[in-house]
Every structure is written in C-alpha cells, then in structure tokens.
C-alpha cells in the first residue's frame, strides 16, 4: 500500500539542526511533488516546503527561506528537509505529503492525497 514515513525529529537547542527524512513505499517517490507541513498545537496546519518531481523547483515559506533545504534522492525513494538555525517558533509535529501532482502547485493541505503520521520537533533551551 501506499505509505510514507517521516523520521528525524527530536530535541534541539535554539540555533541547532536537524534533518527529517520522508521514506516513501508503494509508489514511484519521483512521480509526486512531495510538501513538507508542520502543525503546532491550536494552530493550522501549514505547508513549509515542497519539491516537484519531473523539474525539481522547489518553494518555501517565508518562515523558513534561507534557514531550510529540501532535497530528493530517488534511489533511496526518500525526501529530507534540513533544518538549520532553529527556532521556537519551529517547534511542531512535521508531516510529509504528496498530491496527486508532479508539481508543487497550491499549499492548500486538501490538495494532498498521502499522508505520513508525522514526527515531533521541539526546539527549546
């Protein structure tokens, strides 16, 4: 079945990294744009970042831009998001998903079809 995983996530000093890993099964990774979301608790779930498959164009949220990277290896059929200078306001539960799409597109999370069950970040002293 389809399925995609989300690891890397932890406890980070503010002005630390980490890099989260999305791991794809079921499905050809590079025929899917793939988003990186975060949701924090009482706050909508937001689209942070996104790469598309057949050009590689990616985008990034104003929050994130010159701190966040997201790169694809469609060998590993994975997706990472390296984060770097870390925020408290980073801290979230962070979801890779993929629309039914090559491309990125809208950030509307309804415009993406699957869904992995997601991985805690938490940046505090």
């Known amino acids: 079945q389809v399925q995609l995983v989300e690891s890397g996530g932890g406890l980070v000093q503010p002005g630390g990294s980490l890099r989260l890993s999305c791991a794809a099964s079921?499905?050809?990774?590079?025929?899917?744009?793939i988003g990186w979301f975060r949701q924090a608790p009482g706050k909508e779930r937001e689209r942070v970042s996104c790469?598309?498959?057949?050009?590689?164009?990616?985008y990034y949220a104003d929050s994130v831009k010159g701190r966040f990277t997201i790169s694809r290896d469609n060998a590993k059929n994975t997706v990472y998001l390296q984060m770097n200078s870390l925020k408290p306001e980073d801290t979230a539960v962070y979801y890779c998903?993929?629309?039914?799409?090559?491309?990125?597109?809208?950030?509307?999370?309804?415009?993406?079809?699957?869904w992995g069950q997601g991985t805690q970040v938490t940046v505090s002293s």
């Open positions: 790469i598309s498959s057949s050009v590689g164009s990616t």
């Open positions: 079921g499905f050809t990774l590079d025929y899917y744009a």
């Open positions: 998903a993929a629309p039914l799409s090559k491309y990125c597109r809208g950030g509307s999370p309804g415009m993406y079809h699957y």
